[in-house]
Structure formats: structure tokens, C-alpha cells
């Protein structure tokens, strides 16, 4: 079972930009298709974004679309997730997903293994 460990979250102010990044250990990084997830106060988490094996699918929710990137790095084992433009809306704990399936990314849902989260906090 792969292990995930999110960082890069903070405060910023809106308009601004942060990179989250999910470092993976315990399992083969490569053989994993990723997502990113949020879950703001008082809602449900949702799916973000997801990227495949090799990076060379992703898939975005329509409320981020054109505004963050997701992308991984198979030789260290991380993925990453390029957040600009930012917006107070987008204020919620930001959460890392891997799974063996490509159709959990395809779904935006399914994923087996979660890391704890990172807050991410946008002031208007």
C-alpha cells in the first residue's frame, strides 16, 4: 500500500498562486494513476484533478479548468498540483489519491489510498 504526504499548502491572497506537492513512498509510484481532492468547511470532498500512469492523461473538474495543473514526477515520486489564479472559493484542506485504476481518475472517484491533507487558505 503506497504512503502519501501532502505539503505546500499556506495562506495567499486571491488572484495569487501555490503548488501543493504529494511525495509518495512504500509502493511503485509509476503503476498508480493520482488525484487531487478538496473539502472545504461544511461540504463534501470533491475531485480536483487527476493525472494517469505516465502523465499523459489528466482530468480536470470544470471549476479549475485553465487555472491548475496537475502533473508528477515518476523519478522522484511525486505529484504536484500548480494552483493560480486563485480564488476564496478555493479555500479547503487539498488532499493526495492514488489507486491502481485509471477509471477512478476517469470518475473523479474510487481511490483506495489517501495522505492527511493541506490547508489551503485564500483571502479575498
Known amino acids: 500500500q503506497v504512503q502519501l504526504a501532502e505539503s505546500g499548502g499556506g495562506l495567499v491572497q486571491a488572484g495569487g498562486s501555490l503548488r501543493l506537492s504529494c511525495a509518495a513512498s512504500?509502493?511503485?509510484?509509476?503503476?498508480?494513476?493520482m488525484g487531487w481532492f478538496r473539502q472545504a468547511p461544511g461540504k463534501e470532498r470533491e475531485f480536483v484533478a487527476g493525472?494517469?500512469?505516465?502523465?499523459?492523461?489528466?482530468y480536470y473538474a470544470d471549476s479549475v479548468k485553465g487555472r491548475f495543473t496537475i502533473s508528477r514526477d515518476n523519478a522522484k515520486n511525486t505529484m504536484y498540483l500548480q494552483m493560480n489564479s486563485l480564488k476564496p472559493e478555493d479555500t479547503a484542506v487539498y488532499y493526495c489519491?492514488?489507486?491502481?485504476?485509471?477509471?477512478?481518475?476517469?470518475?473523479?472517484?474510487?481511490?483506495?489510498?489517501w495522505g492527511q491533507g493541506t490547508q489551503v487558505t485564500v483571502s479575498s
Open positions: 493525472i494517469s500512469w505516465g502523465g499523459g492523461s489528466t
Open positions: 489519491a492514488a489507486d491502481k485504476s485509471l477509471r477512478t481518475v476517469q470518475v473523479g472517484a474510487g481511490f483506495g489510498s
Open positions: 512504500g509502493g511503485t509510484f509509476s503503476s498508480y494513476v
